[in-house]
């Protein structure tokens, strides 16, 4: 993933007004995304695109779906934080899946990430766009890229180490509806391990961050299946 450098969050930009609530996740709905989010990195990835990423704040919500993502293959990745081994910054990546990270990119542009894969084992997916679903108030390119996607979404680094599925998360996520295909190119923005073919995106999206594809393929309809 990009490299990052620690900084001071900014105060998360309010820009989204009230919202159509999406519905909340059944205990089945949740059970499936959790087991979805247990899958190795490259999986977990391809499987989030279409659900819907959720933003809570205490009079309102806002949903998104998610078009584009990538995966991060931990320890065994030179691309990934934790390539050299962990510390206090990346510290989520070890916890169980569906813990956020959120870093800051060149000092100004957050990025969310969720851990994926078993406790311990710190695989990561990028979330790199995601559709405002209706009723935001955000222009449909508002989250087309990661740090787009954290300030419209007001996404900082008090989200990070906080778990997707917590009581009165901040931060969670719902099951949404599988696009028809998945495409599959290189990941943006690195230089270790640039060959590997691990963004994943929704090629009928207008949000994604770049088109840049190189396979395509049907995505299962059933996201709690292995």
């Known amino acids: 993933m990009p490299p990052s450098r620690d900084a001071t969050p900014p105060r998360p930009t309010r820009s989204c007004g009230p919202s159509r609530h999406p519905p909340r996740s059944s205990p089945a709905a949740e059970a499936r995304l959790r087991s979805l989010l247990s899958r190795a990195a490259a999986e977990a990835a391809r499987g989030l695109i ?4 959720v933003r809570r704040w205490p009079d309102h919500e806002v949903g998104a779906r998610i078009v584009e993502a990538e995966a991060y ?10 390539f050299r081994g962990r510390t206090p910054r990346t510290a989520p990546l070890f916890g169980p899946p569906g813990t956020v990270y959120v870093y800051v990119v060149y000092g100004m542009h957050h990025c969310l990430n969720l851990a994926v894969d078993g406790p311990g084992v710190p695989g990561c997916v990028l979330v790199r766009a995601a559709e405002p679903l209706p009723g935001s108030d955000l222009a449909p390119d508002a989250l087309r890229g990661p740090g ?25 996520l719902r099951e949404g509806g599988p696009p028809r295909r998945v495409a599959v190119s290189r990941r943006v923005g690195i230089r270790q391990a640039a060959e590997r073919r691990l963004r994943f995106f929704d090629p009928g999206s207008a949000a994604v961050s770049r088109r840049r594809a190189v396979i395509s393929f049907r995505t299962g309809q059933q996201r709690g299946k292995p």
Do not use: M, N, W, Y
Not at 50 to 53: D, E, F, T, Y
Not at 73 to 82: E, N
């Open 50 to 53: 279409g659900c819907i990423l």
């Open 73 to 82: 293959l931990g320890s065994g990745d030179p691309a990934a934080h934790v």
């Open 148 to 172: 787009k996607l954290c300030r419209g979404l007001g996404i900082d680094t008090r989200l990070s180490g906080r778990h997707l599925f917590e009581e009165d998360a901040p931060l969670t």
